[in-house]
């Protein structure tokens, strides 16, 4: 079965998916299409697999360790309080997950809830081409992701 996960890391490897501003060695690190809080992001697997129990014990750690290198580059950009990790897998069976950054400033109605009870109609689509402040997030993610890869002593994999 071919998800939006397995068509949005196919794009990833040509190059081609614009929401990409770092590949760690699970996977594929992108922005969140809805920036319902500044600096959602994704941890795409490469390659996609049904679940995280889907991976040997080798490539879990990977995974996630790699989520929370992208958790700590979401904190140094954003300045949020906190990072929700969420992975879910209740639409596509395919593993992926969210990282959400959390302010002590989000409404009081909304803050000490899950992310989803935010109205995501009404929040930013991520504009790339137009929005200044969503090109200023990705360089920054990237910058800080590529940082904080170095400090683990990682191979630094050049995006395609």
Known sequence: MTTLIHERVELARRGQNPT???RLPSGWAVLADVQVLNGYCLLL???VMPTLN???LEERQAFLRDMS???DAILDVTKAD???YEILGNSDP???AHLIPRFNAEPETVRRGPVWFYDFSQAPRLDLEKNDSHQRLKLGLAEALSKRIRAAGLPALPLP
């Open 69 to 71: 290198l992208l958790g």
């Open 82 to 84: 906190r990072i929700n």
């Open 20 to 22: 990409v501003f770092g």
């Open 94 to 96: 395919a593993l992926h």
């Open 54 to 56: 889907d991976l040997t």
């Open 45 to 47: 697997p490469d390659p």
